[in-house]
């Protein structure tokens, strides 16, 4: 699921003040993905919630340059640094477990329907295409 994310969220509008004290509440900070590859950061953007990479095991491609979102459709995007680069966006509570969103996966340069579940401690993360080819990981709170 990590490439699926990195190769591949919080509230701001008071229409969604609401939802501050469950999952959203819960999934504000910064999470390391399962393989330990990226740590994304969960924060308010607007009135949803969004998340950006803010760190890399491996930032640099093999000229020692950052990586960038070379897979890209738009072409005028793909020299963007994949560090600081927003991957979750319009994240929203769905019910009182969970948080729907989408997902953006610089391996690919598509864009995926996303669902996190968060805990205390851990949060569940299922990145789908068309609700039915789904891939899911633990992702571990780091702050």
Do not use: H
């Not at 509230?11 to 993905?33: H, K």
């Not at 009135?47 to 459709?73: F, H, M, S, Y």
């Not at 805990?119 to 789908?128: L, Y």
């Not at 295409?129 to 992702?139: E, V």
Request: charged residues 20%; proline residues 5%; contains cysteine.
């Amino acid at each position: 699921m990590n490439k699926f994310l990195l190769g591949l969220v919080l509230l701001f509008a008071t229409g969604v003040q609401t939802a501050v004290g469950q999952p959203a509440q819960r999934a504000l900070g910064i999470w390391a993905d399962e393989d330990g590859q990226s740590n994304i950061e969960i924060s308010q953007c607007g009135g949803a919630l969004c998340g950006r990479v803010v760190w890399l095991r491996e930032p640099n491609n093999a000229n020692g340059q950052p990586k960038t979102d070379i897979n890209n459709p738009d072409a005028t995007q793909r020299g963007r640094p994949l560090l600081g680069l927003t991957i979750i966006s319009g994240l929203q509570p769905d019910d009182d477990s969970q948080l729907r969103g989408y997902v953006y996966n610089a391996e690919d340069g598509k864009v995926y329907d996303l669902y996190l579940k968060p805990k205390r401690t851990t949060m569940e993360v299922e990145g789908c295409f068309a609700l039915i080819l789904c891939g899911s990981q633990t992702w571990t709170r780091v702050q």
